[in-house]
């Protein structure tokens, strides 16, 4: 089954977020984005604004914090 294409981008964080993942499709783009990167969870949340990319709509997630994986 093909990826599908991208429906939000996200802005915002540390920059240890890859930029290969700012693009990206979202299941729900109306709900905070939990993202695993390394031992930690970026956390994103959904904005009203929306960016045109290649003739595509892709909602904009902000960045609000981070957490980390319990061991």
Do not use: C
């Not at 990826?3 to 996200?10: E, H, M, W």
């Not at 003739?55 to 994986?69: A, D, H, K, M, P």
């Amino acid at each position: 089954m093909p990826t599908p294409a991208p429906n939000a981008i996200l802005r915002g964080g540390p920059i240890e977020v890859p930029d290969q993942t700012s693009m990206r499709y979202v299941d729900d783009i109306e709900s905070i984005l939990k993202l695993p990167i390394g031992n930690a969870y970026e956390h994103f949340r959904p904005t009203g604004e929306v960016l045109e990319h290649e003739g595509r709509n892709l909602r904009v997630f902000e960045w609000i914090r981070r957490t980390y994986v319990a061991e």
